[in-house]
């Protein structure tokens, strides 16, 4: 399905002069599910347009000098793409052993601040939903079903508020849902990643999971979808109605860019005695068929 968007970002300062302001935003770019991503017309110009060569995640950077008290700016990114389904009809009896020492696996099993596969009702949780088996597919759909029987949903306001949160709260919303699968999965030594990106029947930020399969590699999991609508988002399966704005960890040249949001949109915003400074913003997502 071909797709025309709109990303506006608008950012409000609210209380003093700043010498400068940094804004990061993710550029869209083409994924295996999303290809024929055309700019329309990004505003202002971005002062860096950047693709990562390591995890493909495309980057826009402006930066702004002088921005006054009770002044706004507004970013706007316009495109086309076209979205495809996904689809995997997965053998279990063909999913290879991991390469431990890989990259994949080592960057995508280890426990992270959002995706605490350490903590020890995490690991327990895990192992046991997976009991005795070995199985890297059949522990992953196990964990899969057990994260949407366990949790419940809830709209939850600001930044994803992590595993530990899910799994003591039983409830949250597709950020909570996908960050106790993450973790869950790592826990059993199962590579898994965060794709963030939007719906676009209703124009909603959201976030799902991809698990990492030797000889099928990365393979969608929704687990909040599931619920909704177990047909259309089955493990292995994504209609051709999402949008993807990042996957895994963000780099640029090789460095981490920590404290992105739940769409993974941030601002960098520090005034001339370098002290972190919050800002208001909003984010407004369309979508219409092309």
């Known amino acids: 399905q ?20 940094d804004v990061w935003s993710m550029k869209p770019v083409e994924w295996e599910s999303q290809q024929n991503v055309s700019i329309i017309n990004v505003t202002p110009i971005p002062f860096i347009d950047y693709i990562d060569p390591d995890s493909r995640n495309g980057l826009y950077k402006w930066v702004f000098t002088s921005f ?14 076209t979205s495809y389904e996904i689809s995997f009809d997965i053998d279990p009896n063909k999913i290879g052993e991991y390469n431990t020492s890989s990259k994949i696996y080592r960057d995508f099993t280890k426990s992270e601040e959002e995706f605490q596969s350490d903590h020890r009702g995490i690991i327990e949780l895990a192992n046991m939903t997976t009991g005795q088996e070995k199985n890297p597919y059949l522990k992953a759909t196990k964990l899969f079903y057990k994260v949407a029987e366990y949790m419940e949903k ?6 994803n508020k992590g595993a530990i949160y899910a799994l003591s709260n039983k409830k949250g919303d597709c950020g909570e849902y996908s960050a106790l699968f993450i973790a869950l ?5 199962i590579p898994t990643r965060p794709i963030y990106g939007f719906l676009t029947n209703n124009h909603e930020t959201h976030m799902w999971v991809e698990v990492y399969f030797e000889g099928y590699g990365w393979v969608p999991a929704d687990p909040y979808n599931y619920d909704l609508h177990p047909t259309q988002y089955n493990f292995g399966h994504m209609p051709n109605r999402i949008f993807i704005l990042s996957k895994g960890n963000i780099t640029m040249q090789g460095e981490p860019l920590e404290n992105f949001g739940r769409v993974r949109y941030w601002v960098d915003q520090k005034d001339k005695t370098n002290t972190n400074y919050n800002f208001l913003g909003d984010i407004v997502i369309s979508c219409n068929k092309a």
């Open 185 to 189: 999965c790592r826990a059993s030594g």
């Open 154 to 159: 809830e709209k939850t306001a600001g930044d």
């Open 68 to 81: 006054s008290k009770e002044s706004n700016l507004t970013i706007i990114e316009k495109f086309y793409f």
């Open 2 to 21: 071909r797709y025309e968007a709109t990303i506006s970002i608008k950012i409000v300062n609210p209380e003093k002069y700043l010498n400068s302001l």
